[in-house]
Each structure stands twice: as structure tokens, then as C-alpha cells.
T-cell receptor
């Protein structure tokens, strides 16, 4: 079983839609959770980071962590064509440890 | 702030050769991690350098080695290249210098290595 599972998609939505991206994990020691956006053939760009459980909001983006279910989500409101990219979740048990990544979900927002 | 920089951008090598990739971390960061990203996959952790020492290593063979310099920059060396080493190699920096938050990890643009 992989440490982090993420549906690869592809996901295609109309402009303005609310997008929900999800990851599940198996290691209950994970405490630090990140979401990255990666455009084709580029390095990942840090979008959101959260520690432990709860919600965090930044503009059109909301990250949720449910440690009891080992489930994290990223919501994108009012999606834009510029949001079209691959979204990667990543998590780690400690600040000094490696991050474990999902395989990424490919998102296309259609104008 | 230049962010994380990597060089070269692209590289083509032949099986059996050796390659060196370079990374300069974001200002205020003292920790460098290296990842390998195959096409259609998430990044896989290779190793992490802190205070010029390898602090943690992923499931990669000894052909993969690294170094961190006193200015926090880092190199990734891969010996005896295999076709399967073709991938995007990503450098990520983090740390707590100058008020940075240690768990925020920022990536560079990557080096695309092709082994023929």
C-alpha cells in the first residue's frame, strides 16, 4: 500500500465551478500537509500548508485535514482556466523529515 | 528573492555516464532536499542535506550521492546512469534561518535528465 493515495484524474470542469481534490494516507504520524500546483514541465509551486487537523483558507483555496479519517482535501472556488495544472498533495511526520507525495491530479478548467 | 534555482535546465547523457546537478536554496533556507519525478508520477524523495550532512535518505541506490556546501547550495551526483534514471530532478529548500518556517518546502524548476 502506498503511503499517499491520490486519484490521478483527469478532472475537467467548467470555469467558475468549485473543484474538490483529495488525498488519503495510511501513516497516522503525518502532521504536516501541503498542496502544490505543478504546470507542465515545471517545478511544483507551494499553494497551501497546514499543520495537524482543521481548515485553512487563502483566497479561492481552502485546505482541509481530517486526521481521524486520514483524508485531506483542497477546494478551489470560482475556478479559472489558469488553475489548469496538476495538483500534488504532500505530507510529512516531522519538519526534518521527507515529504511523501501523491501521484497528482490533473485538472483542466474549460473557459 | 531569487527563490530556488537549479542548473542545468536540461541534460542528455548516455548510459554508464555520470552527471552532476546543482541547486541553490531560497534565501533564508538551510536545508536542501532532492526528489526524482518520473513522468506522470509524484516526486520521490532521494535525500536531504542539512549542515553539510546527509540527514535522511529515501529508497535510492548508492549511485545517487550528494553534497552540501557551506553556503547551503547542494549538488546531486548520479553515477553509472541507467535508462530508468531519466526524470525531472527537483531540488527543494526549507529551513529556519532568518525567520523562515521550517516545514514550508519550496521547489526549484527542476533539471530534466534524459539518459539514452
Amino acid at each position: 500500500q502506498k503511503e499517499v493515495e491520490q486519484d490521478p484524474g483527469p478532472l475537467s470542469v467548467p470555469e467558475g465551478a468549485i473543484v474538490s481534490l483529495n488525498c488519503t494516507y495510511s501513516n497516522s504520524a503525518f502532521q504536516y500537509f501541503m498542496w502544490y500546483r505543478q504546470y507542465s514541465r515545471k517545478g511544483p509551486e507551494l499553494l497551501m500548508y497546514t499543520y495537524s487537523s482543521g481548515n485553512k483558507e487563502d483566497g479561492r483555496f481552502t485546505a482541509q485535514v481530517d486526521k481521524s479519517s486520514k483524508y485531506i482535501s483542497l477546494f478551489i472556488r470560482d475556478s479559472q482556466p489558469s488553475d489548469s495544472a496538476t495538483y500534488l498533495c504532500a505530507m510529512s511526520p516531522n519538519t526534518g523529515n521527507q515529504f511523501y507525495f501523491g501521484t497528482g491530479t490533473s485538472l483542466t478548467v474549460i473557459p | 528573492d531569487a527563490g530556488v534555482t537549479q542548473s542545468p535546465t536540461h541534460l542528455i547523457k548516455t548510459r554508464g555516464q555520470q552527471v552532476t546537478l546543482r541547486c541553490s536554496p531560497k534565501s533564508g533556507h538551510d536545508t536542501v532536499s532532492w526528489y526524482q519525478q518520473a513522468l506522470g508520477q509524484g516526486p520521490q524523495f532521494i535525500f536531504q542535506y542539512y549542515e553539510e550532512e546527509e540527514r535522511q535518505r529515501g529508497n535510492f541506490p548508492d549511485r545517487f550521492s550528494g553534497h552540501q556546501f557551506p553556503n547551503y547550495s547542494s549538488e546531486l551526483n548520479v553515477n553509472a546512469l541507467l535508462l530508468g534514471d531519466s526524470a525531472l530532478y527537483l531540488c527543494a529548500s526549507s529551513g529556519e534561518l532568518q525567520g523562515a518556517t521550517s516545514y514550508e518546502q519550496y521547489f526549484g524548476p527542476g533539471t530534466r535528465l534524459t539518459v539514452t
